[in-house]
């Protein structure tokens, strides 16, 4: 029998072993907490700096597009001009033919000097065209060596999130192939200009193309002062314009010795590579001469046409003019007097401009959306990197999770040793967002006629926009394969089993992976 004293004290530290068993549970749970909550916090953090560097990719390449829209129109006021001194040349000569067979005739040498000037100032015009030309190729190629390739402007932005943010080289596929066709620089205008005169140049797959992308044919017809287009001369009768600038050689090439000799229906035929312009009159004309009186003169027209330096195959013919076609003028050759400037394209008198890939219009229309580059950004977080083990994170815990009967090992312990340097493959070691930015093209249209959208992506109207999309939707988007090219095998397996499981993002398809 135990003593009354012994009976009162025996449950002395019951308390305590409990609360050291509610402590070391209460421990875990903290841990536990800090330990999901830091991988939670390290998901946040990497997803917000993929999602920053792909808009900022889709801002920058909106930028890009719309300086480069900028400079075409500029281009095409140039190209205007050119038509329109392209006129007055010609309605000089008229007006020059007219007075010849008055009695104030106006001398040679001083129409020559007009002449010859306002043939200078063409070639001026035709030059300062060909140099924004180069100015949009040192923009494109600024965008994509500078910033797109090997994910630079996507680095950039991770580290200053993050130092131990990084992004991967080969996460620049997709962006490169959308905006420039998979090329990661950009070739000189020398060189495109000796691809275009071979005609071996590529074609473009992106949504750039770099000598016109389809878009001739529109920027001449925004240029064009074709016949009765009279708003680039101001006059009710004559016209100017650019030959189509597809003839590689023209043998047919015509010396006209007179008007009477030349085909209206030929103007633009006459050469593939030229601009022209030409007047007419059709009743005599009333010439007011310097001694006051205003004398009859017989009906007069002319044609002028300007080609580039290099062919010499330009014309100035007037009627009544003592020496037409390829003669002399105040001891001039009338083709060194009017010719443009050196050819960008030989031959061609078009100085070539950064385009749109048109043909991306039409590829299957929104299951490709429209052409208009989706960017992705693809960061990366390397929890067995030197950096880490080196400053370990004393919340990372292991932990066992059963998936389909099947036991896995997840650890988050790097600095402890157990996760090892296996490669990108590992979707253990390696934690990697991605995420999408677009460059789209919106002109929206006045509400008072319904709205949307007023016209197809170009490069003619400054109207480039940028936003976050989803990585998935579009035809030619498969994130699993970016993951893929990038070494991230397991990411890329990972997103395919959810795939064949049902999940499907933002595509009602799936991805299609």
């Known amino acids: 029998m135990q003593p009354a004293r012994l009976l009162r004290h025996g ?18 749970m903290v841990l536990m907490t800090l330990g999901f909550g830091m991988r939670a916090k390290e998901r946040v953090e990497i997803q917000m700096a993929a999602d920053a560097a792909a808009y900022s990719q889709a801002v920058s390449t909106a930028r890009t597009f719309n300086a480069i829209a900028v400079m075409n129109r500029a281009q095409i006021a140039h190209m205007v001009a050119m038509a329109g001194t392209q006129s007055m040349i010609s309605f000089g000569s008229q007006y020059h033919a007219a007075r010849q067979a008055t009695p ?13 000037a306002a043939a200078t100032q063409t070639r001026q015009l035709q030059g300062r065209a060909g140099a924004m030309y180069s100015a949009e190729l040192a923009l494109y190629s600024r965008l994509v060596g500078s910033q797109l390739a090997d994910q630079k402007l996507t680095r950039a932005i991770a580290r200053a999130v993050n130092p131990e943010l990084d992004a991967p080289e080969q996460g620049a596929n ?8 998979g090329a990661s620089s950009i070739q000189s205008k020398d060189k495109l200009m000796e691809q275009e005169a071979a005609g071996n140049t590529p074609a473009a797959t992106g949504a750039v193309a770099t000598t016109g992308g ?3 044919d529109a920027m001449r017809n925004a240029t064009m002062g074709s016949l009765g287009w ?18 590689a050689n023209n043998p047919g090439f015509t010396h006209y010795p ?15 590579r030229n601009s022209w312009a030409h007047d007419h009159a059709d009743a005599p004309a009333l010439i007011p001469c310097p001694d006051g009186n205003i004398y009859p003169s017989p009906t007069a027209n002319a044609w002028v046409m300007s080609d580039e330096y290099q062919s010499k195959q330009d014309q100035h013919v007037f009627m009544l003019h003592p020496a037409p076609g390829q003669g002399m003028e105040s001891g001039k050759r009338v083709d060194e007097m009017h010719t443009l400037g050196a050819c960008v394209v030989c031959p061609g008198i078009w100085p070539y401009a950064v385009g749109f890939n048109a043909g991306l219009l039409h590829d299957n229309g929104g299951e490709n959306d429209f052409g208009q580059p989706k960017l992705y950004a693809m960061v990366l977080r390397d929890y067995a990197s030197n950096s880490r083990r080196a400053r370990p994170d004393p919340w990372n815990l292991m932990f066992k999770f059963k998936f389909a009967g099947q036991e896995t090992l997840f650890d988050n312990s790097a600095p402890l040793g157990r996760i090892q340097p ?4 590992d979707v253990q070691r390696n934690q990697v967002a991605l995420s999408a930015g677009m460059a789209y093209y919106h002109r929206p249209r006045p509400a008072a006629v319904g709205g949307g959208w007023e016209e197809p992506p170009n490069f003619l109207n400054p109207f480039w926009r940028a936003t976050l999309v989803s990585t998935e939707g579009a035809r030619d988007d498969k994130p699993a394969e970016s993951l893929d090219q990038a070494g991230f095998s397991e990411h890329a397996g990972a997103l395919r089993r959810l795939d064949a499981a049902g999940y499907r993002g933002a595509s009602r398809t799936g991805g299609r992976y």
């Open 11 to 28: 449950g002395r530290g019951q308390a305590l072993v409990l609360f050291s068993l509610t402590l070391l549970l209460l421990t875990l």
């Open 174 to 181: 997709k962006s490169l192939s959308e905006v420039s066709g």
């Open 230 to 247: 009279t708003w680039v001369h101001g006059r009710p009768s004559g016209s100017a314009g650019f030959g189509s600038g597809m003839a």
């Open 422 to 425: 296996t490669g990108r493959e």
């Open 258 to 272: 007179s008007i009477g000799g030349m085909d209206s229906s030929t103007y633009q035929t006459i050469s593939g």
């Open 214 to 216: 389809g878009q001739g």
């Open 104 to 116: 104030c005739p106006v001398p040679d040498p001083a129409f020559a000097l007009l002449d010859e």
